[in-house]
């Protein structure tokens, strides 16, 4: 069973919102990552959240313009992205670790499978 689903990734025009979901099956994480990943570029952090204390931590270049929050009754934790740029065009992805609260990939043991996220300009 995939313990972290994705959704809300798709086309908007520049200047535009989407709201991405991930969904935990099963079981709780003490911290949520979402990173994205551009064709031929490596995979980026963009924010983290707490399960417990609900501290956020953001890229430099999401500041402003990216909320992570979570849903305490749906076990989701959401990342509302407004004012998208072309820039952020990327597969986003939900990532969760039971004890992990930082910005490298490499610290988060689960992952979901990427959703789509284009921006046009």
């Known amino acids: 069973q995939v313990p972290l689903v994705e959704s809300g990734g798709g086309l908007v025009q520049a200047g535009g919102s989407l709201r991405l979901s991930c969904a935990a099956s099963g079981r709780t994480f003490s911290t949520y990552g979402w990173f994205r990943q551009a064709p031929g570029k490596e995979r980026d952090f963009v924010a983290a959240?707490?399960?417990?204390?609900?501290?956020?931590y953001y890229a430099d270049s999401v500041t402003g313009r990216f909320t992570v929050s979570r849903d305490y009754a749906k076990n989701t934790v959401y990342l509302q992205m407004n004012s998208l740029k072309p820039e952020d065009t990327a597969v986003y992805y939900c990532a969760a670790d039971r004890t992990y609260y930082g910005v490298s990939p490499s610290g988060y043991d689960y992952w979901g499978q990427g959703t789509q996220v284009t921006v046009s300009s």
């Open positions: 959240i707490s399960w417990s204390g609900g501290s956020t």
